[in-house]
């Protein structure tokens, strides 16, 4: 009888534990949630009914800094600058002015999170050319925009314009030289370089493995 006495309390602690928990991310208007971020499941919250991501989320993504009280993103060839809104329901309204590359507009800002950078998702998604939907960022495949060589007296240089950066690797197959860009979009098609070493270039669009 004394076992199940002192049970008792320990179990209406853990209860009671639980409710201030639960208390407390309600009054907060902040609940937990997942983000699939360009084909990758991450954490994400619900802030106000707004998602946002962390700073270390987006990492993997996105280069984010914070200079002062402004949040400088890049990647995926854009610029945004987002100010930081400590107050984190007036954040999650339309009540700060972001900057997504050269244009300015009236967005949800970011914010801190117990001390931690969180960014709105739909204001990034907007800045990207990204597509958003709650729950899932698409971003646009990288394409090859066009190629260009330099000639030098000893080298070529091929010039690749990308609409963002994407993994390279090159090897050597006898005679020819080969270039693999991942994910990379293109038509299929010849280029004419100047290069004496490397007159012509064959652009092949290739099935995933």
């Given at each position: ?53 962390s ?9 984010v800094t ?6 400088r ?11 930081i ?5 007036r ?7 972001v ?25 990034l ?16 495949a990288?394409?090859l ?38 994910g990379?979009k ?5 280029y004419t ?8 270039w ?8």
């Open positions: 009888m004394k076992a199940a006495r002192s049970a008792r309390p320990r179990a209406a602690l853990r209860l009671l534990s639980a409710g201030l928990l639960l208390l407390g991310l309600a009054g907060a208007q902040i609940a937990f949630s997942r983000l699939n971020l360009a084909g990758q499941p991450v954490d994400s919250i619900q802030l106000y009914g707004a998602e946002y991501a700073q270390s989320v987006l990492s993997g993504l996105l280069t914070r200079e002062g009280q402004i949040v993103v890049t990647g995926l060839g854009h610029t945004l600058l987002l100010p809104d400590e107050d984190q329901q954040a999650t309204t339309d009540f700060n002015t900057q997504l590359d050269t244009r300015r507009l009236q967005a949800r800002a970011a914010t801190l999170v117990n001390g931690n950078l969180y960014l709105p998702v739909d204001t998604a907007a800045g990207l050319g990204a597509q958003y939907e709650p729950g899932k960022l698409t971003v646009p990288p394409q925009l066009g190629v260009s060589s330099r000639a030098g007296r000893d080298t070529d240089r091929l010039v690749l314009d990308l609409s963002r950066d994407v993994a390279v690797q090159d090897e050597q197959r006898g005679d020819r030289a080969v270039i693999t860009l991942r990379l293109g038509e299929t098609r010849r370089t100047r290069g004496p070493l490397c007159p012509l064959t652009w092949r669009a290739a099935a995933r493995t």
